[in-house]
């Protein structure tokens, strides 16, 4: 009698079809297989674009955000004068309109070239 832990070693490394749940709908069909995309994020992003600045090291760097979440943002700074480091926390002001700018802590979770992914430490309201 093969035991449990047999049969899952010889399993691994094998295409498998991925649950409904761990896609987001699309999945991508490769010669038959189905490769899994599985969502992260805890809440749903917005699309929106609202000037916002970075402040790294005492400067301001200028930029819009892509999309938001409650604890999310994408943006796209115009110039990077200083390093961005992923994992490092910073102050990010956005700018929600002409009376409504909402200071918060960022980290940096992702990095590529202008694009910064960031999650904030308390959640936003979405106006």
Request: hydrophobic share 35%; net charge positive; proline share 6%.
């Amino acid at each position: 009698m093969e035991d449990e832990l047999t049969r899952r070693k010889s399993d691994r490394g094998k295409s498998r079809k991925a649950a409904p749940h761990e896609t987001d709908g699309h999945a991508a069909d490769t010669a038959g297989v189905e490769s899994p995309t599985v969502e992260r994020r805890s809440h749903p992003r917005v699309p929106v674009s609202w000037p916002v600045r970075l402040w790294v090291d005492g400067t301001a760097v200028a930029g819009r955000t892509v999309d938001v979440s409650e604890q999310g943002l994408c943006i796209v700074v115009s110039a990077r004068p200083t390093p961005i480091e992923v994992g490092a926390s910073y102050r990010l002001d956005v700018i929600m309109g002409p009376k409504h700018e909402v200071s918060v802590n960022v980290q940096v979770r992702y990095l590529a070239d202008s694009v910064v992914g960031l999650r904030t430490r308390q959640r936003l309201k979405l106006v």
